[in-house]
C-alpha cells in the first residue's frame, strides 16, 4: 500500500533508516480512523519543523489502551485513507507497527503507571486505560525518536499526564497540544462519532452546549460554571435517545482535581456521557478571574 507523498513504514528499522534532518522530527501519535482533528495535528507538526523538518504519524491500535467489554474488535481501522489524510496535510511518513513490533515481548509486564491523575476522571471510568496509554506513548517516543510530540487538547486528561510523564521520566521531547476541532454545530470530532446514529448525533450535541453554556458563566466562578453546564446535561437526559452523563468536571489542569470554588487561573470543564452505545468525552480550557 502506498500513497504518493507519504512513505509507509511498519517497522522501527526501517523508521531508523531514514535520515534525520536537522530542523528536527515531529511525531504525530494516532490510533487511525483519522479526521480532521488529527489533520490539524499533523498540520501543527508541519509547520512547528518548517519545510525542512520531518513529520512521522504513527497509526496503531493500543491494545492496553481498552478494558473488558471495550470496542478493541470493532474500532475503525482505515489505513489507506489514513495515508491520504496524512498526506494532504504534510506528513512525510506514516510509522504503522504491528502489536509484534511494539511488544516483541508479548504482553508487557513493565508499564508506566499513570499515578493519582491517572486514576480520576477518565481513569476512574477506564481502569488502567491510562497505564496503557503512557505505556505505548513512552514506547513509541522511544522508537520515533521525535524532538516534539503532538497530541489533541480534545483529550485533556491524556495530555496533562503525557506532559507529567515527560517531564517526570526526563523524555528528551517537547509534547505540544493542539486546540481541539469541532463541526460547525460544535461536536468536537472523534473516531467514535462513527459510531452514533443520526439521532444519537443529534443528542451528543448537548455535550458541547453543556461545555459552552459553562464557559459563559464562567464570570460567575466554579459554582455557576458547574450548575449551568449541569442544568444543559439535565435536559440532555430526557432526549430520545438520552444522554447519560458518566461525569462532569471542572478540574484544575496541573493533576485534574476538582477546582475550588476560590479556583482563580487555568481550569478545563471536562464531561463524558454515552448516546447510544458510544461513549464521548469533550472538555473547553477555561480562565479564571478573581472570585467575585
Given at each position: 500500500m502506498s500513497t504518493p507523498g507519504v512513505d509507509l513504514l511498519y517497522t522501527a528499522a526501517e523508521l531508523r533508516s531514514r535520515?534525520?534532518?536537522?530542523?528536527?522530527?515531529?511525531?504525530?501519535?494516532?490510533?487511525?480512523?483519522?479526521?480532521?482533528?488529527?489533520?490539524?495535528?499533523?498540520?501543527?507538526?508541519?509547520?512547528?519543523?518548517?519545510?525542512?523538518?520531518?513529520?512521522?504519524?504513527?497509526?496503531?491500535?493500543?491494545?492496553?489502551?481498552?478494558?473488558?467489554?471495550?470496542?478493541?474488535?470493532?474500532?475503525?481501522?482505515?489505513?489507506?485513507?489514513?495515508?491520504?489524510v496524512c498526506a494532504d496535510a504534510g506528513a512525510d511518513a506514516v510509522f504503522a507497527p504491528s502489536v509484534a513490533e511494539v511488544y516483541p515481548g508479548g504482553d508487557p509486564q513493565v508499564r508506566i503507571t499513570a499515578g493519582p491523575m491517572g486514576e480520576r476522571l477518565e481513569g476512574a471510568?477506564?481502569?488502567?486505560?491510562?497505564?496503557?496509554?503512557?505505556?505505548?506513548?513512552?514506547?513509541?517516543?522511544?522508537?520515533t525518536a521525535p524532538d516534539t510530540a503532538f497530541f489533541g487538547e480534545k483529550d485533556a486528561q491524556q495530555l496533562a499526564l503525557i506532559r507529567r510523564m515527560a517531564a517526570d521520566l526526563n523524555f528528551p521531547v517537547e509534547v505540544v497540544g493542539v486546540p481541539t476541532v469541532r463541526e460547525a454545530d460544535g461536536l468536537a470530532l472523534s473516531s467514535r462519532n462513527a459510531y452514533l446514529s443520526e439521532a444519537e448525533r443529534a443528542s451528543a450535541l448537548a455535550l458541547s452546549r453543556a461545555l459552552f453554556a459553562g464557559r459563559d458563566a464562567r464570570a460567575g466562578g466554579p459554582k455557576e460554571i458547574r450548575a449551568a453546564a449541569r442544568a444543559v446535561l439535565d435536559d440532555a437526559a430526557r432526549l430520545d435517545p438520552p444522554v447519560m452523563l458518566d461525569y462532569l468536571a471542572l478540574v484544575d489542569p496541573a493533576d485534574f482535581t476538582d477546582a475550588a470554588e476560590d479556583h482563580t487561573g487555568p481550569a478545563v470543564l471536562a464531561v463524558a456521557a454515552r448516546v447510544g452505545t458510544t461513549r464521548l468525552i469533550d472538555n473547553v480550557p477555561l480562565d479564571l478571574g478573581a472570585p467575585r
Open positions: 535520515p534525520r534532518p536537522p530542523a528536527g522530527r515531529a511525531v504525530v501519535m494516532t490510533m487511525g480512523a483519522l479526521h480532521a482533528g488529527h489533520a490539524a495535528l499533523v498540520r501543527a507538526a508541519r509547520e512547528h519543523v518548517g519545510a525542512d523538518g520531518q513529520v512521522v504519524v504513527t497509526v496503531f491500535v493500543n491494545p492496553l489502551q481498552f478494558g473488558e467489554g471495550e470496542d478493541l474488535d470493532r474500532y475503525p481501522r482505515t489505513l489507506g485513507a489514513d495515508l491520504e471510568s477506564r481502569p488502567g486505560h491510562f497505564d496503557g496509554m503512557l505505556t505505548v506513548v513512552a514506547k513509541l517516543l522511544h522508537l
